[in-house]
T-cell receptor, first 116, second 115 residues
Framework: ETGVTQTPRHLVMGMTNKKSLKCEQHLGHNAMYWYKQSAKKPLELMFV???????ENNSVPSRFSPECPNSSHLFLHLHTLQPEDSALYLC???????????????FGQGTRLTVV | AQSVTQLDSHVSVSEGTPVLLRCNYSSSYSPSLFWYVQHPNKGLQLLLKYTSAATLVKGINGFEAEFKKSETSFHLTKPSAHMSDAAEYFCVVSDPYSSASKIIFGSGTRLSIRP
């Protein structure tokens, strides 16, 4: 148990569906991240939120829409996805420190998404 | 700009022999460096981290890594491999002079252990 919880653990959705992934952390961190992990590809940073503000959008298609209502919760809203979006989606959190450094990132178990 | 390169996509060793997973980084200043491990169908777990204190860092499960600034390397080692070490390993860099809270992952090294 890392203190970062993702739900659901598995999700199968059609290309016309709308669904959301949820991430919750109880570590008191102020930075949260979404990563995409596809088979045989490096881990891809998607979005970064610092103190609820989005500070990084790594050229992610608009069919992925993040939301960070507070420092403890992060959502990834999905709509009209493609089969190639099937992957493991990982959420992480860290704590920005003075001087620009960060604590290490704590990861959730991930949501295994399959788009059919 | 910061980056991290894991030089081997796959390493295979026999049980009981040493493990070496290589990582080189590029950073504008003195970065924080991490190694994470991911077992099949599991999330990422922190093995160890370097944050400008001792250059030889000891982590969990007998792993350690040495920060060598002159070589811009942060290789992960273990004296004796165990079957349970089979997993994917990621080298990670966090640069305080890059975008705030930006953590960059290497492409990963898959470690296999032969009986």
């Amino acid at each position: 148990e890392t203190g970062v919880t993702q739900t659901p653990r598995h999700l199968v959705m059609g290309m016309t569906n709308k669904k959301s992934l949820k991430c919750e952390q109880h570590l008191g961190h102020n930075a949260m991240y979404w990563y995409k992990q596809s088979a045989k590809k490096p881990l891809e940073l998607m979005f970064v939120y610092n103190f609820k503000e989005q500070t990084e959008n790594n050229s992610v298609p608009s069919r992925f829409s993040p939301e960070c209502p507070n420092s403890s919760h992060l959502f990834l809203h999905l709509h009209t996805l493609q089969p190639e979006d099937s992957a493991l989606y990982l959420c992480a959190s860290s704590q920005p420190l003075e001087g620009g450094m960060d604590t290490e990132a704590f990861f959730g178990q991930g949501t295994r998404l399959t788009v059919v | 700009a910061q980056s991290v390169t894991q030089l081997d996509s796959h390493v295979s060793v026999s049980e009981g022999t040493p493990v070496l997973l290589r990582c080189n980084y590029s950073s504008s200043y003195s970065p924080s460096l991490f190694w994470y491990v991911q077992h099949p169908n599991k999330g990422l777990q922190l093995l160890l981290k370097y944050t400008s204190a001792a250059t030889l860092v000891k982590g969990i499960n007998g792993f350690e890594a040495e920060f060598k600034k002159s070589e811009t390397s942060f290789h992960l080692t273990k004296p004796s491999a165990h079957m349970s070490d089979a997993a994917e390993y990621f080298c990670v860099v966090s640069d305080p002079y890059s975008s705030a809270s930006k953590i960059i992952f290497g492409s990963g090294t898959r470690l296999s252990i032969r009986p």
